[in-house]
């Protein structure tokens, strides 16, 4: 089918993969974070409307959820990477993630082997500042993931997976941050 999808089915699709709509705004900001989340190339521009080529990336996502397979690739699904305030804040737009990100998840998880968790996607300016994140932290940005198991930095290096970007671990060494922002070596913190 390579038909429109009406709003009302857009707005059903986007809240059963995760994201929060309550008025058309949110409806248009959903719409463009999911198309940035699948980046379709040059031929679809993240506009916030649903065209043939957004219709057709939303049909694909919901048919895989109802056959209860990962919505956003091929192992992970949009809703891992939602804000984890749990929508507490009312501007929270729940999930922004880049497509650069979800690329390199993949990446890890095809090299490693390792069944991956999400322990923490996008988050909004106010969960950010809850859990005592980075003030410019690329997570508000959609870039970053923070996920258990982790590997040792030298072993992503050697790949060049986080590369360009931001690569780090927390102190106890289980969770590995990883993120598509500017590259650069840098200390982990939290
Ligand atoms: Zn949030």
């Not at 919505?71 to 749990?86: D, N, P, Q």
């Not at 106010?126 to 930095?153: I, T, Y």
Request: hydrophobic letters at 35%.
């Amino acid at each position: 089918m390579t038909d429109t999808l009406t709003l009302n089915q857009v707005e059903a699709i986007l809240e059963n993969l995760g994201w929060r709509i309550r008025t058309a705004g949110e409806r248009r900001q959903a719409i463009r974070n999911f198309q940035l989340a699948w980046n379709l190339g040059p031929s679809l521009k993240a506009d916030g409307v649903p065209g043939p080529l957004t219709s057709a990336a939303l049909r694909i996502s919901e048919s895989r959820r109802r056959a209860g397979k990962p919505t956003a690739s091929a192992h992970f699904s949009f809703i891992e990477f939602r804000c984890k305030c749990g929508g507490r804040y009312s501007s929270c737009a729940r999930i922004w993630i880049q497509r650069s990100t979800i690329r390199q998840m993949e990446r890890y998880r095809a090299e490693s082997g390792l069944g991956i968790s999400i322990v923490s996607g996008c988050r909004c300016e106010e969960h950010n500042r809850a859990v005592k994140g980075a003030l410019h932290s690329q997570h508000k940005l959609g870039k970053a993931s923070d996920f258990a198991p982790a590997r040792s930095v030298a072993w992503f290096t050697d790949r060049g997976i986080f590369k360009p970007g931001g690569l780090g671990a927390n102190p106890a060494r289980l969770v590995r941050h990883g993120d598509t922002g500017p590259n650069r070596g840098w200390s982990y913190s939290t």
